[in-house]
C-alpha cells in the first residue's frame, strides 16, 4: 500500500474503513447462520444485538473520521449511528428472507441502541483524549 506523503494519515484512514467493512460483512455472515454460534449461546439475543452493533457504530464513527472528514463530532455521530442502524434494519430484512431465520422489530431496536452506545463511547474517547475528528487536507 503507497503512502501519499502529502496526507500521512491516509494508510490508517484505509485500515479504519476496511476494518469496519470487514465487522460489517461478519455481521452479516454471523446473522445468515441457521444457529447462534456456540461463544454466543450465553448471552441474551437482544444483549448479542446491542454490543455487537455498539462495536459497529463505535467502528463506523471512527472509520469516518479517520477518512478526512471535517464533520464536527454531533456530525460524525449522527452519521455514525444512521449507518450502523441502517445495517441493522437490513440484516433484519435479510434474515427474513432465510427460512430458517426470523425478522424482528426487537431485535433493530437493540441494534439502534447498541448503536447510541457505541457513538457515546467513540465521543467519549474523543473529548477524553482530546482528539478531535480531522479536518480535511
Known sequence: MSVNP???????ASIDVVVAGLYALA???VGSLPATPAVARDMSDKLQHAVGFALL???????????????????LMVYGALLSIALGGA????????AYRSCELLDWVADALGSAIGVAIHAGLVVVLGRRPRAAQ
Open 27 to 29: 455481521i452479516f455472515v
Open 91 to 98: 440484516l433484519e430484512l435479510w434474515q427474513g428472507l432465510l
Open 6 to 12: 502529502a496526507r500521512p494519515g491516509r494508510a490508517w
Open 57 to 75: 457504530a463505535w467502528l463506523m464513527c471512527r472509520a469516518l473520521r479517520r477518512l478526512g472528514s471535517n464533520w464536527a463530532l454531533p456530525r
